[in-house]
């Protein structure tokens, strides 16, 4: 027994002490006489810092004293330990840690603690000062005590993920560890996938294998042992990984709610929720330029010929540096440069796909949340005139060469999406260019189960429209109507038509037009847009990109119309509703169409007479009505106009008794044309949506 102790604890009794209150002395004296030295220590210890003591520095004397006496109890050593931590004294508290962690090696409590303190290092900052209070301590033990225990808690955790956890987070604190640990680690993530039977790609194994773990072996260890079909295997499963993390809904995660920087297309990153992670674990700040360091990473392991700031350059150079790859490839005969080059490849393909798909359709990886307007591609229509050939022909005609892709005004990145488009179908093309390639990319393919990405149908859809494939696309879009996403069934509509007019289906294609514009929104303002029918200076067929706006549709779907009228008016089968019908339309687009209404009119002189009852219901334009009262003029040749309203001319017939014909008919037509120019003024837009509603059977009867 400590000597002293006795004096220490006993009881004296003094002048007006209750006999309560000597009872209560009596027990606790009898209590501490049955407790150990150790404890009974701890115990005067933990007494001065009660509240109604709260004397931290007699409490440290008493602990000071007790490790003198027991420096080999772990009790007493830890409960120095909890006093300094209680005093917030970071040094110390961290030197008996350090000090404990080589003594008492096998105490459960010592290994709680330090668990503890290894998984706040693992978590987010935090507003929680205990937290960050335990996060100085250990920063404040020396280097090899921290490696040490960061991988004896490792070893002794059973939990698999755990472990790989604080295995990682070693060799980030400790590089050198990565020599040793690295390879095992990853054979450790890659065989806990495979047990845990997951079969989405984006899991917390796969994440930490390919964001984490990989890139850190690769950057430390430059000569890796491992067998070559081990690499491919590793970059199928970060290439399969990557795409399924940026394309993912944010519906699939929980995910509901987009701050305006998810929103944007452009965005590389997205919120997603991993189970088994913590959220920043989840997050991968910039996955496409993570994947593209990767590839270069595992290309100079195999010892590949690639630039390692290839994905840095333009687009055009990108593909341009992989084509004379796959020159070299094919002189060579080699398999390995075959892989290389498919690798490349489809790597530049998917990205450059996800870029321009998330331009076209954001709902399909930022969810239906996303407020951004699709795009479509559709064929671009010239105003030809008569003598040329039709637009619909030149698209079969030079459907063997790649057309331009015209970005309207709207679009403010349209070269970029563009550019990304175009050499998504350059590497497409390219992996189906020869026997070997087209062979390694479908084992892609099924590995990476691609028939499952819907998203990619808006990419098809477009590539079979710019290679001219009208047919094989409107088979594929009316093979996925059911799968169409209600925000995409305008662009769906508008594709459809596109591609009926270009195999000169024009009924068919004016009727899906019709049922677009009867869908679009009414604006009573409208406001100018780059017209889809301005020359471009590039010759060959062209193909348009634009929003699904109505200011971008509307006109587009008019000249879609006038297109095919055009088409049937001027040919051997042509009528005159068809004439009418343009010149209604001709005045949306006024004075631009001036040209195209002039090769109208010259067509109307030429057959000298017009009949269309029609006209006076929807013709209002000012140098419209002048040119054809000019016609009934001497001067303008007389020209047989029967374009009076149905109503007008029964009217007139019943005068012809006692005034005569002309007379009467001349009266008429000149009262109505007055009347007429006190119309100009009514808003074009609404009456020529009017005339599409009114006159649908009409339209669709003049193009059958």
């Not at 390692?308 to 390995?336: C, G, M, T, V, W």
Request: proline share 5%; glycine share 4%.
């Amino acid at each position: 027994m400590i000597p002293g102790r006795k004096l220490v604890c006993g009881v004296i009794v003094t002048p007006g002490r209750d006999r309560q209150s000597i009872v209560v002395n009596m027990a606790a004296t009898m209590s501490e006489k049955s407790m150990s030295d150790e404890n009974w220590l701890i115990s005067r210890a933990r007494a001065c810092m009660k509240p109604s003591k709260n004397n931290p520095y007699a409490a440290k004397a008493w602990m000071i004293t007790a490790r003198s006496l027991f420096p080999n109890n772990f009790s007493i050593q830890f409960e120095a330990y909890s006093l300094e931590k209680a005093g917030r004294n970071v040094k110390e508290a961290a030197k008996l840690l350090e000090e404990m962690f080589v003594l008492f090696p096998n105490e459960s409590q010592l290994w709680e603690e330090i668990q503890e303190i290894l998984e706040i290092l693992q978590t987010e900052m935090s507003a929680n000062s205990h937290k960050n209070f335990l996060t100085e301590i250990f920063a404040a033990v020396s280097t090899p005590s921290q490696c040490q225990m960061l991988l004896s808690v490792a070893q002794k955790i059973s939990n698999t993920l755990e472990q790989c956890r604080l295995l990682l987070l070693a060799m980030r604190k400790f590089p050198n560890l990565v020599f040793e640990h690295g390879l095992k680690l990853l054979d450790t993530l890659q065989q806990a996938e495979l047990e845990a039977k997951i079969k989405y790609p984006v899991n917390c194994y796969r994440k930490l294998f390919v964001c984490d773990v990989l890139p850190l072996v690769l950057q430390k260890v430059k000569k890796l042992e491992v067998q070559k079909a081990q690499v491919y295997r590793w970059l199928q499963m970060s290439v399969e990984f990557y795409i399924m993390y940026v394309t993912q809904s944010p519906s699939f995660n929980g995910n509901t709610r987009n701050s305006p920087e998810m929103l944007s297309p452009t965005k590389l990153s997205n919120r997603v929720s991993i189970p088994g992670l913590f959220d920043k674990e989840c997050q991968v700040s910039d996955p496409w330029g993570s994947l593209l360091k990767l590839l270069i990473l595992l290309g100079q392991l195999m010892d590949w010929d690639v630039p390692p700031d290839l994905f840095s350059e333009p687009r055009e150079i990108q593909y341009k540096n992989i084509y004379s790859l796959y020159n070299r490839a094919r002189q060579s005969h080699s398999p390995e440069q075959t892989r290389q080059v498919l690798y490349t490849t489809v790597v530049l393909f998917l990205e450059c796909l996800y870029t321009y798909v998330s331009s076209v359709d954001p709902q399909s990886f930022l969810g239906p949340s996303a407020s951004h307007t699709p795009l479509v591609l559709m064929e671009k229509f010239e105003n030809e005139t008569s003598e040329e050939e039709p637009q619909a022909k030149k698209a079969k005609v030079q459907s063997d060469g790649n057309p331009t892709i015209v970005g309207a005004e709207c679009l403010t990145n349209s070269s970029r999406i563009i550019n990304s488009f175009t050499t998504a179908f350059k590497c497409y093309e390219l992996m189906h260019s020869t026997t070997e390639l087209q062979t390694e990319f479908m084992k892609l393919c099924e590995i990476w189960h691609m028939e499952t990405w819907t998203w990619m149908g808006h990419f098809q859809t477009d590539m079979l429209i710019y290679q001219g494939a009208f047919t094989d696309a409107i088979a594929h879009l009316q093979n996925f109507s059911s799968a169409i996403k209600e925000n995409m069934q305008l662009r769906s509509n508008l594709q459809m038509a596109c591609c009926f007019y270009c195999l000169q289906k024009y009924s068919k294609a004016c009727e899906l037009v019709l049922n677009v514009i009867k869908d679009l929104p009414y604006t009573h303002d409208r406001l100018p847009v780059s017209n889809p029918s301005e020359p471009t200076g590039a010759k060959g067929r062209q193909l348009w990109l634009t929003k699904c706006t109505e200011a971008e549709i509307l006109p587009y779907c008019i000249q879609l119309l006038l297109a095919a009228l055009k088409s049937k008016a001027f040919s051997s089968k042509g009528d005159d509703t068809s004439l009418g019908h343009m010149v209604v339309l001709l005045q949306y687009d006024w004075p631009k169409s001036e040209a195209l209404f002039y090769e109208v009119l010259k067509k109307v002189i030429q057959q000298n007479s017009l009949v269309y009852n029609q006209f006076f219901n929807y013709v209002i334009n000012v140098d419209i009505l002048e040119e054809f009262a000019f016609l009934k003029t001497p001067e303008g040749g007389k020209v047989n106009l029967d374009i009076l309203p149905t109503s007008v001319k029964v009217i007139s017939q019943q005068r012809t008794v006692t005034r005569g014909v002309n007379k009467g008919v001349k009266e008429d037509f000149k009262q109505t044309m007055v009347k007429q120019v006190g119309r100009s003024e009514e808003p074009v837009e609404k009456l020529i949506r009017t005339f599409l509603t009114n006159e649908r059977i009409s339209i669709l009867k003049a193009l059958s």
